[in-house]
């Protein structure tokens, strides 16, 4: 008789923890996709792609002690490097980053012009910038 009590325990458990199973896969499905609609789901992605890359432009500087007169720089095998792949160099959107490097080396800015690959606009269209100076602001 306790055997078959244990038994029960043990599948109400197990059918319990399934249902909660079920219930936290489908909260998780709905949050997600929530982000994935979102019309700025993109611009984010593009903010966090130019924060990497300007990381990498930095540790080129660290290694070369200036930055790169363009991009593709940083995908040439070297002693330190590659710092980038190809790849690394486009946005969301399948373009390339713009790059302009500050006076004498002092710095970067990096951005892309968003989804409609214009100035300005909202949501996805909008601008993203990174802009990395030497002194490390």
């Known amino acids: 008789m306790a ?5 029960a325990v043990i599948r109400r458990i197990l059918a319990i923890s399934v249902v909660i199973a079920a219930i936290v896969a489908w909260v998780s499905l709905r949050v997600v996709g929530s982000i994935h609609d979102s019309p700025n789901h993109l611009s ?3 903010r966090a792609q130019l924060e ?3 990381a990498k432009i930095e540790q080129f500087r660290e290694h ?4 790169p007169n363009d991009l593709r720089e940083l995908t040439v095998p070297g002693k330190m490097g590659p710092y980038a792949r190809s790849a690394d ?4 959107w399948n373009a390339s980053f ?3 490097p500050l006076n004498n080396g002092s710095g970067f800015v990096l951005f892309t012009l968003g989804s409609d690959g214009r ?8 601008d993203v910038a990174y802009k990395g100076l030497a002194d490390g602001r």
Do not use: C, K, N, S
Request: aromatic share 10%.
């Open 52 to 54: 990497i890359l300007g």
């Open 3 to 7: 055997r078959f009590l244990g038994i």
């Open 119 to 126: 100035l300005g606009g909202r949501q996805d269209a909008r």
């Open 44 to 46: 984010h992605r593009a």
């Open 64 to 67: 070369t002690g200036t930055v």
């Open 89 to 92: 160099l486009l946005d969301p």
């Open 98 to 100: 713009y790059y302009r």
